[in-house]
């Protein structure tokens, strides 16, 4: 059995929205008050969270900071484009011997998308204020603003 079929079966992982698999592994039970007007959250969340080569992670937003911390396989090509879609900035989260950083963080309200570098990576996501559908957003049900990041980045349109 191919190593992520193995750890989605290990770890309990089910299939993301957004693309790959993942299972929440902690939700604080302390609750914050984000001051951009949305009901309390928990303070914490934080997933599994594994893409194959046979897939991604589609262009989406949460309106909570994210951090991406590698935990095994291949980097994982993590991009973040800022609301205005001004600029498009491409991050590895993997090992420092791969040449990557082994956590990195998109900010609230960016938009943002990933994928493998080899067979499979197998990330941690924590999001603070705890992550909430309500406060998730996928790209492709935004049809002006999918196109803007279409004509302006192209190379990773595909990613929509």
Do not use: K, N
Not at 11 to 20: I, K, R, Y
Not at 128 to 155: C, I, K, N, V, Y
């Amino acid at each position: 059995m191919h190593r992520a079929q193995q750890l989605i079966l290990d770890l309990h992982l089910q299939p993301h929205p957004e693309g790959g698999h993942f299972r929440e592994i902690h939700r604080s039970t302390l609750g914050v008050h984000p001051d951009d007007g949305r009901r309390t959250r928990s303070a914490l969340t934080l997933i599994y969270f594994l893409l194959d080569a046979h897939g991604h992670s589609r262009w989406h937003r949460v309106l909570s900071d994210e951090t991406w911390q590698h935990v095994e396989g291949a980097p994982l090509e993590l991009f973040r484009v800022d609301p205005a879609f001004s600029e498009c900035e491409r991050m590895l989260v993997g090992t420092l011997a791969a040449g990557a950083e082994p956590a990195r963080v998109v900010p609230a309200g960016h938009w943002q998308a990933a994928r493998t570098t080899g067979a499979y990576s197998l990330v941690c996501c924590a999001v603070g204020p705890g992550f909430d559908f309500a406060d998730f957003a996928m790209l492709a049900d935004h049809p002006p603003d999918a196109e803007q990041l279409r004509r302006r980045f192209p190379g990773v349109a595909p990613l929509v």
